[in-house]
């Protein structure tokens, strides 16, 4: 092959440019350093000719089947990535630096079951915690709107010296923002019921969470007297989007609970399994 | 533009555009003056003089003021020079104004049946004193403000975003490659390349172009384990193993997922930037969608290493950090305001009581500036506050907890995960690079770092070049002994 026909061939991969070093081993993508074969090489693994070839070796480049090769995990300024070397003493020593992948608890450990229950999960608590924090939100808006900008108000309070002026305003600030934080607590452990070793933790927090957001609520509804509410729709419409939020979240939570529990027992079981005294 | 070694215009300091905004206020007062004094002469209220004040007006403070505030915080070093020079001549001749006239110096302008006494002393200070600030600021923060003669800097802001942003790692330009694989085609050839390409075939299983993305079945590969692309032509090498995609079994794996270690193919692999390692040789790292999420855990053999997931949310989470550094800085800077606003009319009450020379003596009138000093300032000050603390404070809260619930939205739609074959076409389409997507779920790749793979690169360099000159030493040391021996065998 000549050098102006070698210069074209594009990575499959990223479209770098691939110089072709070496004929019967794999080259590399000039951009990615993605593995490309050589123009004379076998599809097939060194060790045993006749069988199609799983991976490459990461230090001598030459191509292996699944019964030459080792898995490793690689810390890379801080990431965890996987590399393959083959069986040969140099290619072990040269990846020694690497930790060998513990294949059997990673088959034992495999939570891929749970990824569309898991999807699902995020998504309806998501999406609840998303609804009751607009829902805040616009409560917030609405009272304030209603208090100041027409003739309803929330009952007059009054503490020592400070009249309904100041206490009125200072009250509705207060407990609203406070249910506007509680919403943003109740967002953030909605989405972490995704990560496996947080999901039952995040599935209790948010039904705690849950329970104490919805007594706010009450007492908020009380204390500002909305049942003397003038507006006929802004209630129902904010209780109803309130409620809708809430059957999401506890319906989420307690799957979160149940999926984490069994991820739990998964890997305890694992660990016992493998006589594993410290969890991976 | 090489986006790692230019300036872009989010790199200004916030002196800079301040110092545009005050020269085109500037400008924008000396227009509105010139246009009142030519009006005032043309209608007879002002001497025939007037014309060549309103001529030197416009041509010495509307047109440079307004042309270099323009472009002065554009990060353009000849409008940072044209500033400095127009600062100092500024201060030179409102200086000797004030030295020849004194600060009590004022001017009667005839506005129709009134007139206006304008303190031109208090001006000429005014303007001393912020050209003087102007000057000096652009004199200390020089290498912050002028960029370097031959340096590129991106103005378009969108541009600018998206360069700070970081682009999605790619040797490609924005453009098809022609079938020599170097040159790039015409916008007509590209699209009837882009019309006419399959991402299917009928014959098997395919390999998909890094070029245009159309499927070429494996079929074709020549004996050079090289297939030239159906539709753009050109030559791609064929992936390592033949095995095929985990999750499309009809395409050839491009590559592995660099975490996880499976194969797939590029409508099911993203890219990111590199991590900062040593160790690593590519400009770029492969994640499937899984481990784009941060959901695939190895278990290796001892319990040191886990995916690093700790700072799952810290991008939503961050958002309340950064809206009470938004709060922090606002406080700061509404609490240095007030300060300012209760001091001016302190001073504009003590200028009063001094005024005097070439000013009048209409008692009322200044009896109205006081009651305007003492009672208007301090109540638009007040409404200042309540503003501040009614209306601001709870935008910016609110602001805060809209920004959660965005991003909160992004997470549970699923949608930031963008494969590189989607990018490509994507980028050929819109003829730009495309934005590099970070997975929310997990924390970001630390980006490669031009000056530090520089100087990793240098320190290898110079450590090559150390072993190389120790080696020649070495070797210079060897033959001059063999040589010394040698003379000393010869000579004994």
């Given amino acids: 092959m000549t050098e102006t ?11 770098g440019p691939i110089k072709i070093d070496q004929q019967d081993k794999v080259n590399r993508c000039e951009y990615c350093a993605s593995p490309v074969l050589g123009p004379s090489q076998s599809r097939n693994c060194v060790t045993h000719p006749d069988i199609l070839a799983k991976e490459v070796c990461h230090v001598c ?38 930790k060998p992948l513990n294949e059997e608890y990673q088959k034992l450990a495999n939570m891929d079951w749970a990824d569309r229950i898991d999807n699902l999960i995020l998504r309806i ?15 917030f808006i609405g009272v304030m709107f209603y208090q100041f900008l027409t003739p309803w108000s929330i009952p007059d309070i009054s503490i020592g010296a400070l009249g309904p002026l100041i206490m009125i305003p200072v009250a509705i600030l207060l407990l609203n923002i406070l249910g506007n934080l509680m919403s943003a607590i109740l967002l953030q452990s909605a989405l972490q019921v995704y990560v496996h070793e947080r999901q039952m933790g995040a599935g209790i927090t948010l039904l705690v969470i849950l329970i104490i957001e919805v007594a706010h609520l009450l007492f908020r509804g009380l204390f500002f007297g909305l049942l003397t509410f003038p507006n006929p729709i802004f209630l129902p419409l904010m209780l109803g989007a309130f409620l809708f939020g809430t059957i999401l979240v506890f319906v989420g939570s307690l799957m979160a609970i149940y999926i984490g529990n069994k991820k739990r027992v998964q890997l305890k079981e694992t660990q016992e399994k493998l006589h594993l005294s410290i969890k991976p | 533009m090489p986006e790692n070694d230019g300036y872009t215009i989010l790199d200004r300091p916030w002196g800079l555009r301040m110092i545009g905004v005050t020269q085109m206020a500037f400008g924008i007062f000396g227009l509105l003056a010139t246009i009142g004094l030519l009006f005032a002469t043309l209608t007879g209220a002002f001497a025939t003089v007037g014309y060549l004040y309103s ?18 915080d554009d990060l353009r070093r000849w409008a940072v020079i044209a500033q400095i020079i127009y600062s100092a001549i500024a201060v030179g001749l409102s200086g000797y104004l004030l030295y020849v006239n004194g600060l009590s110096y004022n001017w009667t302008i005839p506005l129709f049946d009134f007139s206006i ?17 102007i000057m000096f600021y652009l004199l200390i923060r020089w290498q912050a403000v002028a960029p370097a003669p031959g340096t590129i800097v991106e103005r378009d802001k969108s541009r600018a975003r998206l360069i700070e942003a970081g682009l999605m790692p790619s040797p490609l330009e924005p453009a098809l490659l022609a079938p020599d694989g170097t040159t790039t085609l015409t916008p007509d050839e590209e699209q009837k390349i882009m019309d006419i390409r399959k991402v299917i075939t009928e014959e098997g299983m395919a390999i998909l172009c ?133 001091r001016i009319p302190l001073q504009l009450l003590k200028s009063v009581g001094k005024s005097g020379g070439g000013g009048n003596d209409n008692a009322a009138g ?35 907890l809209i920004a959660v619930t965005v991003e909160a939205a992004k997470i549970i739609s699923g949608t930031d995960f963008e494969s590189v074959d989607n990018a490509r076409v994507k980028s050929i389409h819109a003829h730009r690079k495309p934005k590099v ?32 000159e120790r080696r020649q030493r070495e070797e210079r040391r060897r033959k001059q002994q063999q040589a010394a021996s040698f003379w000393r065998t010869e000579n004994d």
């Fill in chain 1, 5 to 15: 026909v070698q210069e074209r061939i594009l990575c499959p991969v990223c479209g």
């Fill in chain 1, 61 to 98: 480049g030459d191509l292996v089947c699944e019964d030459c090769i080792q898995k490793r995990v690689g810390e890379y300024g801080g990431k965890l990535l996987t590399i393959v070397n083959c069986d040969k003493p140099t290619c072990i020593a040269e990846s020694d630096w690497a």
């Fill in chain 1, 125 to 139: 608590t998501g999406l609840g915690a998303i609804i009751m924090m607009v829902f805040e939100l616009i409560f």
């Fill in chain 2, 55 to 72: 001529l030197v007006l416009f041509g010495g403070v509307a047109v440079p003021c307004l042309f270099i505030g323009n472009y002065v």
């Fill in chain 2, 117 to 133: 006494e304008l303190a031109i002393g208090n001006v000429a200070a005014f303007i001393a004193i912020t050209q003087t600030l």
């Fill in chain 2, 210 to 342: 890094s070029n245009c993305n159309g499927a070429t079945s494996l079929t074709k590969v020549e004996d050079n384990n090289t297939v030239p692309c159906d539709y753009c032509g050109v030559i791609l090498g064929v992936g390592s193993v033949f095995v095929p995609c985990l999750n499309h079994e009809e395409y050839l794996a491009a590559t592995t997922c660099n975490v996880c270690g499976e194969h797939f193919c590029r409508q099911c692999l993203t890219v990111q930037e590199p991590p900062v390692d040593e160790k690593w040789q590519g400009s770029a790292v492969y994640l499937c969608k899984k481990c784009f999420e941060g959901r695939y855990r190895p278990a290796v053999t001892t319990a040191s290493l886990v995916i690093p997931i700790d700072q799952l949310f810290s991008i939503a989470g961050g958002r309340f950090s950064k809206v009470g550094q938004m709060y922090s800085s606002f406080l700061s800077a509404y609490a240095n305001g007030m300060k300012h606003l209760w």
């Fill in chain 2, 366 to 400: 200044v009896l109205v500036m006081i009651v305007i000093i003492i009672i208007a300032i301090p109540i638009l000050a007040g409404i200042l506050m309540i503003l501040g603390a009614i209306i601001i404070i709870p935008i910016l809260f609110y602001a805060g």
């Fill in chain 2, 437 to 468: 997507k970070e997975s929310k779920l997990r924390p970001s790749v630390r980006v490669w770092d031009d000056e530090f793979r520089q100087a990793s690169l240098e320190h290898q360099r110079i450590k090559l070049r150390h072993d190389e």
